[in-house]
């Protein structure tokens, strides 16, 4: 019994949400009706007595021209809840994705850091033992083109390390420019 109750209230509030207009119109008639009945029958009660003023017209259809402001008041409440809600949502996406720009920056700080130390201390060993080797075999051209090879080598990926860090910092000031 509370379900069919539960989803004809949720129902109802998509529709008033939906179609605020329709509602305060079918208010605003039914009222026009009702008043308009009552206004005939108190018309046909008294019947050709007197003439009516503009004033009586006034009189008995004063509440409709509230009621329009109470409609044009509860189209605007809606469209600022809507638009509010929007919003919200749109500021809820955007700190999403921060938040998976922050953990992605720090991971990828972690991997270079952790490349710097697991690659960099070999690196520095290979280079050292490449100026070991070229002292000791200057005059060996075949072992110096090796030597060269091995030295272009490690300067790449001590580049692409290079590179990873620079990009990382470039990402890391170009959010801290959005967020401020």
Known sequence: MAAPLKMFLENGKKFLQRYPVVIAALVIYLYYLMVSVDFFNKSADSGNKGIKSLLD???EFDSLFFLWAAAAALIQLQRFRKESS??????????????RQRISNALINEITLLMQDTINNPLGVISMTTQEIRRRF????????WVDRIESSTQRITKAIRDIQIHETQKALEISDIKT
């Open 57 to 59: 017209y006034v009189i």
């Open 138 to 145: 200057m005059h060996d051209m075949e072992i110096l083109k």
């Open 86 to 99: 929007q919003k919200n949502e749109k500021q809820r996406q955007l700190e999403l994705v921060l938040e």
